[in-house]
């Protein structure tokens, strides 16, 4: 393959001129490389190089201007808004921002297609006066203020460019105006000087009036990269600027339009590919790479073409280990770096210039892959220390100053990263600029510092150096929320460029930077409908009809441009392959692009087109099984010996392997931040609550004194619990205030039964209130000791018949106290787990002593009062009416065996821990 650039050295040569003295205009710089190679092989002995310009290069030096940053017209822009408009109709540079970026795109769209200023503002000021909403002859203040604007925007241009230029500088639009207006005093002064333009396709008003300036005057040649297939066919958009060029251009008229080739229709390999979401496409691209390279060691020849910008990343992730050489010639756009999102995380807890922070930004912030280094230097107060600090003591909002209280050796770091900024821009720039002083010195400070993340600090010191200048030097930042706008624009203009040799290996690149290159095999990405190409996008004060009457480009002119790109890399490869996202996406959509069903409609080459999905194995869920080693059994002995607890044994009936993971492991919940108050907090309350009212009365029957004593005290007694069990948690509003006022009302309505029931003449004694007892239970086949212990919640005589009481704050129903045969006590959790724990507690009370059977065991449910005392009972069979609710030494005999037989099944060494499986 002969590329398009070496077809015009070699031309240039055949026509005699000495190649040293020409002026190359390229489409981009990177183009400029490329010729350069390609220029050396030509040469028989060395000269000095020519001169090469991108366009843009060519344009601003032929203006006499220099171009200014996006950011900083932006301010200046702002500085003429301010000037023009009065102070009581002046928006807020935040709210200004907004729309400005639409007017300068305006400006910069204005101005390189000449477009005369005074009448396109005149005329869009008419149109707006016609289109006005408002019927009423008078117009409303609102009118007149939309209006208003309408109006000022050729006062707003008319003074913006002329303080530009008089500073001589300018944006884009307004450099290409100066330079076609510079042109004739430049070919004066160029005469004997020879241009030559290549590869180029949309031109704009400017750059078409240069170009054919210099070719009217014979000190320019022009080289076209264009297809026959698309140029000869009327409709095709890939030959839509060409044919335009061609037919209205008077140098054609007289001179033959050259350079149409016919490569596209050569024979060609081009494969078509689905892939579900830019993952899947990047590792598609990896194996594609991995057969190219075991197939062509040239890999100089091939390139990756990303239509997404985000995909480099996992591209290069999924690059073959053999591949060690590439190109990467797009770079990366800093708002992909880790060290963003920690600036991120910073922005958002101060915009809303508050001194109290949500504690998920705070851990957010402190567990940041970026910062976390910073805490580790004095290890005894890491930033895990300050977050443990956080959830236990149920911290929803924090202090700056709350958290220097716990940390004696971070201060400063945690006044840089916490302390209010105050809506100040200054102090947040100070603060930002100071962290990543403090992080560059941590890493210079570690041997295994990486060099990546040095160059990361480099670039966001240079972007913040960049804010802090344009604050000094305009004033108009004056809060968090501009300054996270400005920085957020800043952020996305900055790219990290990668260290490669252009011109060897494989090349990745982005759609632009292809332009005027030519590769055997091409591997293109994301070729999807709003990428390839982008679709309607209108981010424009000028109405659609408006651009078409003054030849401005709108969204078809701008799908072209795409179209060309997609067709010209097609034109000289051999090997294509074209990937598209099957996966539909509710923003950008998920079809296939229209480039891939026009390649298939054309007929013109065979397309192999595939959608790949990936195999995804059927994983049968593999019960977990454990076997019980000589150390698990150890810790059996060890767990025995300390005590089987009611609750624990319930744990394993449920999942033997829950029991594993917590008794035998020792691995615990994690325990975060109780934003609202959790179910077990509640119920911790309520019994807490309950013991304080009742464990004074062991002993004595009660009366309806005491509990008119205790509705006194149950405001005061709930709230001195929750402040031990919340910590610091916030129970004065919100979701936690309701659950507040529910334990209060659960405590008030238990009290009120316990009144009915003394005033309906029943007679209550408390025994014991959080009867703590343990018991040795001997089992035959078990070589050591087993112990049982529990908290029961409240044993009592009822008319003389003793109770054990479980308190539930949840809601319990009667069947779930209730049991027909013994062997099912063990197996079913959800049904039998509440009567397997009463049982327990009458049982242990039994085997100690404290209570003469019978007695009845049963539950007081808090959610279900009006139900009263949930009796544990025996019944004959699942249908039967009729049950045994008194506990007997022959209850308590059944349920002995059951209990053995469960504590025999966890220790004994030959039956492992198995999994069950649970309902989701």
């Known amino acids: 393959m002969v590329s398009f650039i070496k077809t015009v050295l070699i031309d240039l040569k055949k026509k005699g001129l000495n190649l040293e003295d020409l002026l190359f205009i390229l489409p981009s710089k990177r183009a400029g490389v490329f010729l350069k190679h390609q220029l050396a092989t030509l040469l028989e002995q060395p000269i000095f190089s020519p001169q090469i310009f991108s366009i843009e290069e060519f344009v601003e030096e032929l203006s006499g201007i220099q171009s200014v940053p996006n950011t900083e017209l932006l301010f200046r822009l702002y500085e003429t808004y301010k000037n023009l408009t009065k102070s009581s109709d002046q928006e807020s540079f935040d709210s200004f921002s907004r729309w400005a970026q639409i007017l300068l795109q305006d400006f910069n769209e204005i101005d390189r297609y000449l477009i005369p200023q005074e009448q396109i503002f005149d005329y869009l000021n008419a149109i707006k006066e016609l289109n006005h909403w408002s019927l009423e002859a008078e117009q409303t203040d609102l009118i007149k203020n939309h209006l208003k604007f309408w109006k000022r925007l050729k006062e707003y241009y008319l003074v913006f460019t002329e303080n530009l230029l008089q500073s001589k500088q300018g944006y884009q639009g307004l450099i290409y105006r100066e330079a076609s207006e510079n042109l004739e005093i430049y070919i004066e002064n160029n005469s004997d000087k020879k241009h030559v333009f290549l590869g180029f396709n949309a031109l704009n008003e400017s750059e078409s009036h240069i170009i054919q300036g210099l070719l009217q005057n014979d000190i320019a040649n022009i080289y076209w990269d264009i297809d026959e297939t698309f140029i000869e066919d009327t409709i095709h958009d890939a030959g839509l600027f060409t044919r335009a060029h061609k037919k209205n251009w008077n140098y054609f008229k007289k001179q033959p339009f050259n350079w149409v080739t016919s490569y596209y229709t050569e024979q060609k390999s081009i494969q078509i590919t689905g892939i579900p979401k830019l993952i899947g496409q990047a590792k598609y691209i990896g194996q594609l790479l991995e057969d190219i390279n075991q197939n062509n060691k040239n890999l100089s020849s091939v390139a990756v073409v990303l239509g997404e910008e985000n995909l480099l990343m996992p591209v290069l992730n999924s690059i073959p280990r053999a591949i060690t050489k590439l190109n990467v010639t797009m770079g990366l756009s800093l708002s992909y770096v880790p060290l963003a999102s920690f600036f991120e995380h910073l922005f958002l807890i101060h915009k809303n210039n508050t001194t109290c922070f949500y504690y998920k930004d705070i851990i957010s912030v402190l567990t940041h892959p970026s910062l976390y280094p910073l805490f580790e230097i004095k290890s005894s107060n890491t930033s895990s220390t300050l977050v443990e ?408 005589e009822f008319n003389g018949v003793t109770r054990v009481v479980d308190y539930k704050s949840g809601k319990v129903e009667q069947n779930k106290v209730e049991i027909v045969d013994w062997e099912d006590l063990t197996t079913d959790y959800d049904k039998y787990s509440k009567s397997f724990q009463v049982l327990c507690y009458a049982y242990m009370m039994n085997k100690k002593n404290l209570i003469a059977l019978p007695i009845e065991a049963g539950i007081i449910s808090f959610k279900n009062l009006n139900s009263g005392f949930l009796k544990f009972g025996k019944k004959a069979s699942t249908h039967s009416r009729t049950k045994d609710q008194l506990i007997t030494q022959e209850t308590l005999n059944n349920f002995e065996i059951e209990l053995k037989k469960l504590i025999l099944e966890i220790c004994n060494p030959n039956y492992d821990f198995i999994e069950k499986e649970l309902d989701q």
């Open 389 to 796: 600090y956080i959830q236990k003591n149920n911290l929803v909002y924090i202090t700056a100053e709350e958290l220097r209280k716990h940390t004696t050796s971070h201060t400063e770091l945690i006044d840089l990263l916490f302390k209010p900024w105050e809506n100040k821009s200054e102090t947040a720039l100070i603060n930002c600029s100071n962290l990543i002083f403090k992080m560059k010195t941590n890493f210079e400070n570690n041997k295994q510092s990486n060099r990546l993340e040095l160059e990361y600090l480099y670039r966001f010191n240079t972007l913040f150096n960049q804010l802090s200048e344009l604050n000094s030097s305009y004033q108009h930042i004056d809060s968090i929320t501009t300054l996270h706008s400005i920085y957020k624009e800043l952020l996305s203009l900055e790219t990290l460029d990668f260290k490669g040799e252009p011109l060897e290996g494989l090349q990745i690149m982005g759609m632009l930077e292809s332009r005027v290159l030519d590769f055997e095999t091409v591997i293109i990405s994301s070729v999807n409908e709003g990428i390839l190409p982008s679709g309607k996008t209108n981010n424009s004060f000028i109405p659609f009809d408006v651009k078409v009457e003054n030849n401005l480009p709108t969204y078809k002119e701008k799908d072209a441009v795409y179209t060309y790109h997609f067709y010209r890399l097609l034109q000289r490869a051999k090997n294509v392959y074209i990937l598209y996202n099957t996966e539909i996406d509710a923003v950008k959509g998920g079809e296939k692009s229209r480039f891939i069903t026009q390649l298939e409609i054309e007929g013109i080459h065979k397309v192999k087109h595939t959608i790949v999905s990936p195999e995804v194995p059927i994983i049968e869920k593999q019960l977990k099984q454990i076997s019980k080693t000589s150390l698990v059994i150890e810790k059996l002995k060890a767990l025995s010996l300390k005590g089987f607890s009611p609750s624990s044994l319930t744990n394993y009936i449920r999942n033997p392997m829950d029991f594993y993971y917590e008794k035998i492991l020792g691995i615990k919940q994690f325990e975060d931040v109780e934003e609202n108050i959790a179910a077990n907090t509640l119920g911790s309350v309520i019994h807490n609550t309950l013991e304080d009212f009742y464990k004074p009365l062991e002993g004595d029957f009660l009366t309806l004194d005491h509990l008119k004593t205790f509705k006194t005290l149950i405001s005061k007694t709930v709230t001195k619990h929750f402040k031990d069990l919340y910590k610091d948690g916030d129970f004065t509003k919100g979701k936690n205030l309701i659950i507040f006022e529910i334990a209060q009302r659960y405590i008030l309505n238990f009290i009120n039964s316990e009144i009915e029931n003394i005033k309906a003449g029943n007679q209550i004694k408390i025994l014991a209130i959080e009867a703590d007892e343990k018991i040795e239970i001997t089992i035959e086949d078990l070589d050591f000791t087993i112990r049982l212990g529990g908290k029961v919640d409240r044993i009592d």
